[in-house]
């Protein structure tokens, strides 16, 4: 039977710019198929400078829930009129509620959904014992450190190209965070456990950061939030020196599980294969 949208569906959906290539509205709108939801998720891309009136717009009661994605995360922690401790505390949010009085509630489930992934491919890894090195200090690095600290990760060194950017990040998490240069990555790798590109090297097939994984312990888990292609060269180096991997794709799908769960009031079928979906959508098969 074909999907049916009545007056009475649940509409949710996520802005960015561009959004031509978001995975979301495919993976959502697979999982409101299969539970045969009175539902739509629906993608938009407003104008850069018109963001907060675009979100303004939907406090009348147009949608119930929106995921929001690259350039818009920080401006939509901002226009909210309350926050979860995790999305204060990466400084963004990747989803907004909208209540019935108007009020937009923001959310993070970037952090979960890295957790998720390391739980899924990386069983054995224990977060609270050792030591993470993050690499990059944007946005995708504020919320690993704000989800890591708060699973109980006891230190975290973030190791970026521009390290003000690193010290400002660490500056705001206290004594559990420090920010470092990329030459100190010769000192850090050996003790770590978890190894995570947050950086934007690799996207599209490129190289990824330098870091020789080799110096890592033979137990590490080496994660890329990159996942374009899905086998990085940072994960295919990690591969080769023999660690355990964990794909940007699990932490996206991963994060999408929970915005469902928010937008439409139930948890996302398991006999879709969203993943393999995802994958078919990348090119991948
Ligand atoms: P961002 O705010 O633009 O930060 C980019 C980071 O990459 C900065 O730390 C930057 O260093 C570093 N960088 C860029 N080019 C570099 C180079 N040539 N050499 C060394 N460092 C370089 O981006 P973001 O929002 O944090 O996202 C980072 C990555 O995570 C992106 O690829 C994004 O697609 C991915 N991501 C994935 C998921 C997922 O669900 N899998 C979720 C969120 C983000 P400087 O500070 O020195 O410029």
């Known amino acids: 039977m074909s999907h049916v949208i009545t007056g009475g569906a649940i509409v949710g959906g996520v802005c960015g710019q561009p959004i031509t290539h978001s995975m979301s509205p ?16 629906v993608p938009f891309a407003p104008a850069a400078e018109r963001f907060e009136t675009f979100v303004d717009g939907l406090r009348g009661g147009a949608m119930r829930g929106l995921n929001v994605t690259i350039p818009f995360k920080e401006r939509a922690l901002a226009v909210a009129d309350t926050a979860s401790d995790l999305a204060r505390m990466a400084g963004a949010a990747n ?18 959904g890295l957790l998720g992934a390391i739980a899924i491919q990386a069983p054995s890894f224990d977060v609270t014992t050792a030591p993470v090195v993050i690499l ?16 109980g990760a ?3 060194a973030v190791v970026n190209r521009t390290v003000a950017r690193a010290q400002e990040l660490a500056d705001t998490f206290g004594e559990k965070v420090v920010a470092k240069g990329e030459d100190a990555l010769p000192a850090l ?8 590109n947050a950086t934007s090297l690799g996207l599209g097939g490129g190289a990824g950061p330098a870091a020789d ?19 990085t060269e940072f994960l295919r180096r990690a591969e080769a ?11 996206l799908l991963r994060q999408a599980m929970p915005t469902f769960e928010a937008i439409y009031g139930q948890a996302p079928s398991p ?8 994958l078919k959508r990348l090119g991948e098969v």
């Open 189 to 196: 790798l050996p003790e770590a456990g978890l190894i995570i």
């Open 26 to 41: 495919v993976i959502h709108n697979a999982w409101i198929a299969a539970a045969g939801l009175d539902a739509a998720y």
């Open 241 to 251: 020196a023999g660690r355990l991997t964990v794909d940007g794709l699990e932490m």
């Open 154 to 156: 006891p230190r975290i």
């Open 271 to 278: 006999s879709v294969d969203v993943r393999a979906l995802a």
């Open 213 to 231: 994984l080799t110096l890592t312990p033979n137990t590490a888990v080496v994660m890329d939030m990159v996942y374009k292609p899905l086998r």
């Open 95 to 112: 989803l907004l509620m909208f209540g019935e009085d108007g009020r937009v509630h923001a959310d993070n489930t970037d952090g979960p």
């Open 136 to 151: 990059g200090a944007g946005g995708a690095a504020r919320g690993a450190v704000a989800a890591l600290l708060l699973a």
